[in-house]
């Protein structure tokens, strides 16, 4: 079984600009979630969905950051713009909807300058 | 209220030793406790999990200790050996979302 999939695996921007990641989730799995997990912390959860519905944004940065997931597959995160306090690793995950497990990707490790 | 409190910070352990990580929480609500291992560059695994309902759980080497009094749960390592070395993440789980909320990690460094 292929694992939660991310791109792309590093990025480095100035700040202002904008940049995007991508996720595709174990395959059949209703439940996304999007984490930030900054340097010697636990991931904090920024958005969760359940197919392509949000179940829970309250963390995101609305201002600047945004994510979606269409057909209820692959999901994009994005910030525009940037700021250096974004500098971290941005994790997806994905579960089975009713079940707490959850499967982490690689990350995509961000660097703002 | 939905923190989770993880310590130490950092460990040391000789190979054979035990590793011992602790967490707190104050959330009664959370009913599932995993512990998750991430090696550099690569995403949390999910490593072994307990419900509230027993007191111990162990998988191998791996063992959690639950005191849902004391509201704290620990992960034991025995007989650490150096490919255990990694950041240990507890973690607790609430609500219909099943969300989890992470503490803030144990990087264990088990010497050859």
């Known amino acids: 079984e292929a694992g939660v999939a991310q791109s792309p695996r590093y990025k480095i921007i100035e700040k202002r600009q904008s940049v995007a990641f991508w996720c595709n989730p174990i395959s059949g799995h209703a439940t996304l979630y999007w984490y930030q997990q900054i340097l010697g912390q636990g991931p904090k959860l920024l958005i969760q969905?359940?197919?392509?519905?949000?179940?829970?944004d309250s963390q995101l940065p609305k201002d600047r950051f945004s994510a979606e997931r269409l057909k209820g597959v692959d999901s994009t995160l994005k910030i525009q713009p940037a700021k250096l306090e974004d500098s971290a690793v941005y994790l997806c995950?994905?579960?089975?909807?009713?079940?707490?497990?959850?499967?982490f990707g690689p990350g995509t490790r961000l660097t703002v300058t | 209220q939905q923190q989770v409190k993880q310590s130490p910070q950092s460990l040391i352990v000789q190979k054979g030793g035990i590793s011992i990580i602790n967490c707190a929480y104050e959330?009664?609500?959370?009913?599932?406790f995993p512990w998750y291992q991430q090696f550099p560059g690569k995403g949390p695994a999910l490593l072994i999990a307990?419900?509230?309902?027993?007191s111990e759980k162990k998988e191998g080497r791996f063992t959690i200790s639950f005191n849902k009094s004391a509201k704290q749960f620990s992960l034991h390592i025995m007989d650490s050996q150096p490919g255990d070395s990694a950041t240990y993440f507890c973690?607790?789980?609430?609500?219909?979302?099943?969300?989890?909320?992470f503490g803030s990690g144990t990087q264990l460094t088990v010497l050859p």
């Open positions: 973690a607790a789980g609430a609500g219909s979302a099943r969300q989890l909320t």
């Open positions: 959330n009664t609500a959370f009913d599932y």
């Open positions: 307990i419900r509230p309902d027993v």
């Open positions: 995950a994905s579960g089975q909807g009713a079940a707490y497990e959850q499967y």
């Open positions: 969905f359940q197919n392509n519905g949000v179940v829970d």
